[in-house]
């Protein structure tokens, strides 16, 4: 609490100022009880004492400990110091309150030699905050995540999380902690731990979740193309982390600038483009696309005006010649990983 050059018989002090009896405590005589005081922390706190002009000796003390006699000044502390206030008023003002400054406080008044006091009780207010919380998470899809988040604050504080995702935000879950089983690439982004006790405004920390999962092709359509024009296949496909592409015309590979073709790679999608389409460039392609968890493929059909074809034949089921292929590939992203 308060430091006091009193030490432990600062009351037997206190009781020889008022003329005070030794073993008569100097809170005897009449008490008067008054409102609690309620302070956030680091404010500061006014302490009011009502006298009037029959009082002979007055003072503030904490628990056992002085702070003011009269205009003196025994507390060590310098956050403490005496108001000067009008006549009938004797108050002291505590500066940065800390949660070690709650408790009872005793403004004690001798008056025709009788004792009197006032008590009041500063209640401290501490606002939430976060003290501890997990840290970012990468996780495969299909596994159980447990996120953490603890904070603390007078009064206890409420806690809850809010998912944030390219789909919108929702509240999903009050408390400490959240767990998460079987985890899929939907349940991936931002995580928000919000506390709050009404004190101030809310604390919140984010942890953000990553969800790793294996390629899946979103968008790969067949393109007509005139002989002599210029052609482009696309490719598109969802994967984290990114899906690495290759393009196969049958069970040949296609290169970057090889065979009048130009492959570009941009975050999920891949280009094949043809400059100047000729007639043997029309047919079947495959797109391929592969990270660490997996791989996939589409068939995109390259057609000359008036060819027969569907226009919608993307994602088809490989042939057998092209499974083998799919199963060669597979075996060469292990071992690169």
């Not at 600062?10 to 030794?22: E, R």
């Not at 002979?56 to 205009?71: D, H, Q």
């Not at 008023?89 to 006032?118: A, Q, R």
Request: glycine fraction near 6%.
């Amino acid at each position: 609490r308060f430091s006091s050059p009193g030490g432990v018989h600062a009351l037997k002090i206190f009781s020889l100022l008022f003329l005070v009896p030794a073993g008569v405590p100097a809170r005897s005589g009449e008490s008067y009880l008054k409102d609690n005081i309620t302070v956030r922390q680091g404010d500061s706190a006014v302490l009011k004492c009502n006298v009037d002009n029959k009082v002979s000796r007055v003072a503030w003390l904490n628990r056992t400990t002085i702070l003011f006699t009269g205009n003196e000044k025994w507390s060590l502390d310098p956050r403490v110091v005496l108001l000067n206030t009008a006549v009938t008023e004797y108050s002291i003002k505590i500066i940065n309150v800390n949660l070690y400054d709650e408790g009872p406080y005793v403004c004690s008044i001798l008056t025709n030699k009788k004792p009197e006091s006032t008590k009041v009780h500063l209640i401290v207010q501490v606002p939430a905050r976060i003290v501890n919380i997990s840290t970012d998470v990468s996780v495969n899809e299909g596994s159980n995540v447990s996120l953490m988040c603890l904070a603390i604050g007078r009064p206890e504080p409420s806690i809850f999380w809010k998912f944030r995702s390219s789909k919108g935000n929702r509240i999903i879950t009050e408390g400490e902690y959240v767990e998460m089983t079987g985890i899929t690439k939907d349940m991936s982004g931002s995580y928000d731990c919000i506390t709050s006790n009404d004190i101030s405004p809310p604390d919140v920390r984010t942890v953000q979740v990553t969800v790793n999962y294996p390629p899946v092709i979103s968008r790969a359509r067949s393109t007509g193309t005139a002989v002599g024009q210029k052609g482009v296949l696309w490719c598109e496909a969802s994967a984290i982390p990114l899906a690495d592409f290759q393009w196969y015309k049958g069970e040949r590979r296609l290169f970057n600038g090889l065979n009048r073709v130009k492959i570009e790679n941009k975050g999920k999608q891949s280009m094949l483009t043809f400059f100047n389409v000729s007639e043997e460039d029309y047919g079947n392609y495959t797109c391929v696309a592969m990270n660490t968890l997996g791989i996939t493929n589409a068939s995109i059909i390259l057609y000359g005006p008036g060819a027969i074809h569907d226009v919608n034949n993307a994602a088809l089921l490989p042939t057998s010649s092209f499974l083998l292929l799919t199963l060669v590939l597979t075996l060469s992203v292990l071992c690169k990983f």
